[in-house]
C-alpha cells in the first residue's frame, strides 16, 4: 500500500478513534442526516480517492505544462473531479465521514472492507496474483 493511501487510512483511522472517546450527545449531531452521502457514494468515493492516489505516486498521472505541481495539488484537482462526478463537494465528503464516524462507524468500516474487496477483485483479474499482494484491513 503506498504512503499516500496509508496516510488517508491514518487519518479515517484515528479521526473515528478521536471521536469514538468523545461521542456527542445525538442531539448535538455534527452532521444532520440529511447532508450525509449515502453508502454507494461514499464507497464509489473512497475507491476513486484511492485509484487517483496510487496513479499519482506512481506518476501515471501527470498535468502536462504544470511541472511545478506537487503531487498533493495533482491529487487535489483529481479529488474535486471525483467530488464533481457523484455532485458533492469536498465539504459535504467531509461531513459525511463525519456523520459515520459519529453515528454509524460499523457501516463505515463495511464500506472501506467493499473498498477494499474492490481493489483485491482488481488485483485478481489483472494479474491473477491476489493472495500475494491482496489488502488486508484489520476490523475496528
Known amino acids: 500500500m503506498n504512503s499516500r493511501v496509508a496516510s488517508v487510512l491514518l487519518f479515517v483511522l484515528l479521526a473515528m478513534l478521536m471521536l469514538s ?10 452532521v444532520p442526516k440529511d447532508r450525509m452521502l449515502d453508502e454507494e457514494t461514499m464507497e464509489n468515493i473512497f ?15 501527470q498535468v502536462d505544462g504544470h511541472t511545478s505541481l506537487t503531487s498533493y495539488k495533482v491529487d487535489s484537482l483529481i479529488y474535486e473531479s471525483i467530488y464533481d462526478k457523484y ?11 463525519l456523520w459515520y464516524i ?9 464500506i ?3 473498498v ?5 477483485q482488481n488485483i485478481a ?13 484489520n476490523t475496528l
Request: aromatic share 6%; charged share 30%; proline share 2%.
Open 47 to 61: 475507491y476513486e480517492m484511492h485509484v487517483a492516489d496510487a496513479m499519482v505516486s506512481l506518476h501515471i498521472v
Open 102 to 110: 459519529q453515528n454509524d462507524i460499523e457501516t463505515l468500516r463495511d
Open 116 to 120: 477494499v474487496e474492490r481493489f483485491n
Open 87 to 97: 455532485d458533492c463537494t469536498r465539504e459535504s465528503f467531509e461531513e459525511s465521514v
Open 112 to 114: 472501506y472492507e467493499r
Open 125 to 137: 483479474e489483472i494479474g491473477g496474483q491476489a493472495d500475494s499482494v491482496a489488502v488486508k484491513i
Open 21 to 30: 472517546c468523545s461521542m456527542p450527545n445525538k442531539q448535538e449531531q455534527l
